[in-house]
């Protein structure tokens, strides 16, 4: 029902067609504004305007209507303006401060700026203007108050430089910037949206890169060989010690010369040296790297670690024993085939619980694996244990053979021997009535026979045997021939 009232048809002084189509758009129009305002409609029911002068909501309301479109056209007119003024060039010139912003379209408020942090900074070349606290400066006609455009702008330029120290603010002293509190305000909640976005982003990355192990130049070669396309994707990181840290990734397209596993392990060895300081002993007294030694700098030691790792893997490879196969190596970096599946690393012996018929297997399994890895590969693990050995595809699987040596090495059957009672302990405990002893077992891999039946008396013959090998090299120049050309078992009693 229109509120006018129903149309008068008494005095008709123009025609109907005219009346008609009036009332119509003033039907629309209440409907139209109705929708756009309900709170100024809702206003009529307020204590000064009554049900009988409802109408007089409508004039209030047409008065804003009429400054919204009178603001409207002054800001095209700006903006036409500005357009004129400015052309194509660079710099340009804003009539922003100069827009009729309405209350419905802006949420502007000075407020804003003033709970801003203004503590005196002593290095800044000049000091915004003050205002002192009755809030104007001058006199008469040249009265400025805090609210003056210029002096409001100036402050809010040198406000600007309390943002966040990323926060490229641009060197601005000794030029007489102003910003007005529109763009102050836009530019402040964009700086302190952009600090808490890069702490995000910055806490990310701490995590993705496991525990700062892995270096700069570390992550630009890892990032190089998914460039390459060798990897498809580094997922994250299997396992931190205290001299590597392993990765898992999936592994990317092949080359003509290589077939590069559907998913690796990247083990990376660790660049900080105090760690390595101990296992001097292992590398030291490896001929194979002495000459090298004594001439290599603290890294390039580092990256003998990943090569012996990988000679060794090579060599247990070549004799079929289950170990994961190489890939590439690229300084401290070896890629290697992972041992398990779909991102899960296969457990650790120590970790899985087998049956006892699995149990049985897996002793008589790594017997046989000792036994080759001292007579075809010529290596002593030198860090057997139910830590680094894996429970894959129903069989066992040796990891971890950088520190490996060769059983000439000064301290290589005391190696084996260490060895042996890791593995006799872990599978005598584990139930395996079968498992040899640790004496037994070490006679049963080396081939030697020592008789002594007690610890203490097997160590110290063990102990002899290395001082005859070692004596053999002082007088001699060269390693007692423990093992013929063709690899087979040691004799030490020349
Ligand atoms: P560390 O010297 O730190 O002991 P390891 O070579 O033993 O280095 O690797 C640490 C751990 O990473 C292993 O215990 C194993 O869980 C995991 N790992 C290493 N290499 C592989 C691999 N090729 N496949 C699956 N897991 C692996
Ligand atoms: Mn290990």
């Known amino acids: 029902q229109c509120p006018w009232g129903a149309p008068s048809t008494t005095s ?73 003024i400015n052309g194509d060039s660079k710099v340009s010139i804003s009539f922003e401060n100069y ?19 203004t503590r005196h900074d002593p290095y800044r070349a000049d000091k915004p203007t003050t205002t002192p606290r009755k809030g104007f400066i001058g006199k008469g006609k040249d009265i400025t108050t805090k609210h003056d455009e210029v002096v409001c702008g100036r402050k809010n330029t040198a406000r600007m430089e309390n943002f966040a120290p990323e926060f490229q603010v641009g060197d601005g002293i000794g030029m007489d910037l102003k910003l007005s509190n529109q763009v102050f305000n836009a530019l402040k909640q964009h700086a302190y949206s952009e600090e808490r976005r890069s702490a995000r982003l910055h806490e990310k990355k701490e995590h993705s890169t496991a525990e700062k192990a892995v270096d700069p130049k570390t992550r630009l070669l890892l990032y190089k060989m998914v460039n390459a396309g060798m990897l498809e994707t580094i997922t994250g990181c299997i396992s931190t010690g205290k001299e590597s840290v392993v990765f898992h990734a999936y592994g990317g397209n092949a080359t003509e010369d290589k077939v590069i596993p559907p998913e690796c392990a990247i083990k990376v060895f660790k660049t900080t040296l105090n760690e390595f300081k101990n296992r001097d002993k292992y590398i030291k007294d490896d001929y194979r790297f002495k000459d090298r030694f004594s001439k290599l700098n603290p890294r390039k030691i580092i990256r003998m670690w990943a090569e012996k790792e990988m000679h060794n893997l090579t060599r247990m490879q070549n004799a079929g024993i289950p170990c994961p196969q190489v890939v590439m190596l690229k300084k401290h970096v070896l890629v290697m085939s992972f041992i398990g599946q779909d991102q899960v690393p296969a457990p650790k012996l120590k970790d899985v619980t087998l049956s006892s018929e699995d149990m049985k297997k897996a002793y008589y399994q790594i017997l046989n694996m000792m036994q080759q ?31 490996s040596v060769e059983p000439t090495h000064p301290h290589g059957l005391e190696f084996l021997f260490r060895d042996c009672r890791n593995v006799s302990q872990f599978f005598q405990k584990g139930g395996v009535a079968e498992a040899l002893n640790e004496r037994e077992l070490f006679n049963a891999v080396s081939g030697l026979n020592i008789t002594a039946d007690n610890e203490v008396d097997f160590q ?19 390693k007692l021939s423990m093992f013929s050309s063709d690899g087979d078992p040691p004799i030490y009693d020349e």
């Open 99 to 117: 827009r009729k912003v309405h209350p419905y379209d802006s949420d502007s408020s000075e407020d804003e700026v003033d709970w801003q942090d």
């Open 373 to 403: 890895l001292y007579k075809e590969c010529n290596l002593v693990h030198a860090d057997l244990s139910e830590y680094n050995m894996l429970w894959h595809d129903g069989k066992v699987w040796l990891i971890d053979v950088s520190q």
């Open 460 to 478: 110290a013959e063990i102990e002899a045997l290395e001082k005859m090998n070692e004596d053999h090299v002082q007088n001699h120049g060269k």
């Open 12 to 84: 008709i002084s123009c025609s109907l067609a005219d009346v008609m189509s009036e009332q119509l758009a003033k039907e629309l129009q209440l409907e139209e504004e109705n929708a756009a305002f309900p709170e100024v409609v809702a206003a009529a029911e307020g204590p000064f305007i009554t049900g009988e002068n409802i109408d007089t909501s409508s004039d209030l309301m047409l008065a804003q209507m009429l400054q919204m479109e009178f603001d409207r056209e002054y800001d095209a007119q700006l903006r036409r303006e500005e357009k004129k």
